[in-house]
């Protein structure tokens, strides 16, 4: 008897399924016999169609946790290769230019990470090479904000690469399922994006193919930016010369199109400006029209203004997207690094959890409300010869940030309404709000205020120690009785207090003096 396994084309039909789930590796014979006496409770194998019963048997071992559903879909297809090296392949999470990415669980750590695989049919020495140089790229790098290469290899002429599994959903997904982003949300994943692009170009590599469904967001916020497939080394012969314009065109640089093999950092800035207006807008800058048709459009248009799609977002904002959509690379921002500093105003310190509230076709989330910037802080003029120069960054609208120096006086910035005030404005009489100037007025004469107010307190102590002398020396002599130089007790009294009010008088008017 041969030892081989049966040909399915000439094994019972109810036998299909099994034999192919035998020969993936991944059930055992026990298990399947166990899910088929289960079915055999509520189906009959003798009148079933063979079809309907080896479905039965596959979502009777999907349910007991033996299968996933993707296992399962390609073992009734007839494909039973679950495996590469250590991995087992478990579920399938896309399919892109340079191939194909699954879930898989490394069969001995049982840790899930995402594969992906070079599909035969693609494995032309163009490709291959093209993947190899894929996997040479993400080993050098090491970014919280990219996703890290954690193995690959060659197994039964498959080439794969073996990347961290991130948790949630791409950007473009994201937001045609739960709407656009506001400005604090948008903010935080393009800044996320952007530093990761920065660590990227430092290492002479440019992305070329930067687009919301190339940044990974999880559900609390966090973001990777995946598919470095087509990046280019700036400084590597063998990524250039190819004249071949790669990348997606919605997200394209003007610079990118004419000349692929020449693209620098800008060219990534570019697409992430496309990608930051699709994030608020919830549309692509040139929607319609075919490949070619954009590319022109991306060459000689400028996109639907954001004012009209979207006219909550700050003005300050719409003019950071339009700084990373110019066409020309020398009037773009110029540089991803650049692109985090101006979207700091709006960048929370900690990454914004993603919306997970499912919205209909056309239908978006309420427009979140402008969150408006503050007023820049009124100039205060020198007080007794100290500088007014403002040391610090200056933010969006060049108003002075918590902790400046402002005229000698440290900056204590408080809202209050739209009224902002400083000790160095308060200083100066010269805080915000005109009700504000009146309360403090200016230093010197709160010091003058305050030194007149010492002084009246000093006086009224002075005569309250001579009234009390007058009253004591005038009570003494009224007791005794004896008349001092023919003068009553009473006028005795008041001369004391005059004798001493007046000695306290002159103490106080000389320490005055000297102050």
Request: glycine share 10%; with cysteine.
């Amino acid at each position: 008897m041969s030892s081989s396994p049966p040909d399915p084309s000439t094994a019972p039909p109810t036998a299909r399924f099994r034999e192919t789930a035998l020969a993936s590796g991944l059930v055992q014979p026990g298990q399947v016999e166990a899910a088929e006496r289960e079915v055999r409770l509520v189906l009959d194998e003798a009148a079933a169609e063979p079809g309907v019963w080896d479905q039965a048997v596959a979502d009777k071992l999907v349910a007991q946790g033996l299968l996933t559903k993707f296992q399962a879909r390609e073992m009734l297809a007839g494909r039973c290769r679950f495996r590469l090296g250590q991995y087992t392949v478990l579920d399938e999470l896309g399919r892109g230019g340079m191939g194909q990415v699954f879930r898989a669980e490394h069969a001995m750590m049982g840790r899930e990470v995402a594969l992906k695989v070079l599909p035969r049919a693609k494995s032309t020495p163009e490709y291959e090479a093209a993947f190899q140089r894929e996997i040479r790229v993400l080993a050098r790098l090491d970014h919280e904000h990219l996703v890290r290469a954690l193995d690959a290899g060659h197994d039964a002429k498959v080439y794969y690469l073996v990347t961290e599994l991130v948790p949630g959903l791409d950007l473009r997904r994201q937001v045609l399922k739960y709407g656009p982003l506001d400005e604090l949300e948008a903010a935080s994943v393009i800044t996320q994006a952007a530093q990761g692009l920065a660590y990227a170009h430092e290492q002479g590599l440019v992305h070329r193919d930067v687009k919301p469904g190339n940044l990974l967001v999880t559900q609390d916020g966090r973001v990777k930016v995946l598919d470095l497939g087509l990046a280019g080394s700036m400084l590597d012969a063998e990524s250039k010369g190819t004249g071949r314009v790669v990348g997606t065109m919605d997200y394209m640089a003007p610079e990118q199109i004419r000349s692929p093999d020449t693209v620098g950092p800008a060219a990534d800035v570019y697409g992430l400006g496309c990608t930051l207006y699709f994030a608020l807008t919830g549309q692509v800058p040139f929607p319609g029209g075919t490949r070619k048709e954009k590319a022109q459009r991306q060459l000689t248009e400028s996109p639907t203004p954001l004012a009209q799609l979207a006219p909550h977002i700050n003005a300050e904002l719409r003019l950071v997207v339009e700084g990373m959509m110019k066409k020309s690379p020398a009037e773009r921002i110029g540089t991803a690094q650049e692109v985090v500093q101006r979207l700091r105003p709006w960048t929370p310190r900690s990454a914004v959890p993603m919306p997970r509230t499912p919205v209909s076709a056309g239908e978006r989330r309420p427009a979140a409300v402008a969150r408006p910037l503050p007023p820049p802080l009124p100039a205060v003029a020198p007080w007794r010869g100290e500088s007014s120069a403002v040391d610090s960054i200056s933010g969006p609208s060049g108003q002075a940030g918590a902790g400046t120096v402002v005229g000698g006086w440290p900056t204590v910035v408080e809202p209050h309404g739209n009224d902002f005030k400083s000790l160095a404005g308060f200083a100066n009489g010269r805080g915000a709000s005109p009700a504000g100037r009146r309360a403090a007025g200016s230093m010197p004469a709160l010091v003058a205020t305050a030194g007149s107010r010492r002084r009246r307190m000093a006086w009224a102590r002075a005569m309250a120690i001579a009234a009390a002398a007058g009253v004591v020396v005038g009570w003494g002599l009224a007791i005794n009785g004896e008349p001092l130089a023919g003068l009553s007790p009473w006028a005795v009294g008041w001369l004391a207090f005059f004798i001493l009010g007046g000695v306290q008088a002159a103490a106080l008017a000389a320490g005055g003096t000297r102050r």
